[in-house]
Nanobody
Framework: QVQLVESGGGLVQAGGSLRLSCAASGLTVSSSAVAWFRQVPGKGREFVAGDRWNDGKNQYADSVKGRSTISRDNAKNTVYLQMNSLKSEDTAVYYC????????????WGQGTQVTVSS
């Protein structure tokens, strides 16, 4: 059974940084396409960062490009999302996903972690 457990969210002031973690079990992150999405109430999930399906290279949404970095720790089977220079518009629930199906559809999802950026 695959489980993805996010952590690291919280309240941060604008301009600050957070590192989100996604601990995986039941799959190996080193051999799985993984991604981070976010969602605000009333809107659909938005892609934030993840592996490009065709070559595995990282890709980022324009809204976070240059401020965010996705990485893996294979020994810990964990995926991270480092976010810097946070803005109020980054406030959302952030989800980890694995098992690529389509650019917006993944087989497995975590429960989400809330990030709130105060201005």
């Amino acid at each position: 059974q695959v489980q993805l457990v996010e952590s690291g969210g919280g309240l941060v002031q604008a301009g600050g940084s957070l590192r989100l973690s996604c601990a995986a079990s039941g799959l190996t992150v080193s051999s799985s396409a993984v991604a981070w999405f976010r969602q605000v109430p009333g809107k659909g999930r938005e892609f934030v960062a993840g592996d490009r399906w065709n070559d595995g290279k990282n890709q980022y949404a324009d809204s976070v490009k240059g401020r965010s970095t996705i990485s893996r720790d294979n020994a810990k089977n964990t995926v991270y999302l480092q976010m810097n220079s946070l803005k109020s518009e980054d406030t959302a629930v952030y989800y980890c996903a694995a098992g690529y199906l389509t650019p917006l559809e993944y087989r497995y999802w975590g429960q989400g972690t809330q990030v709130t950026v105060s201005s």
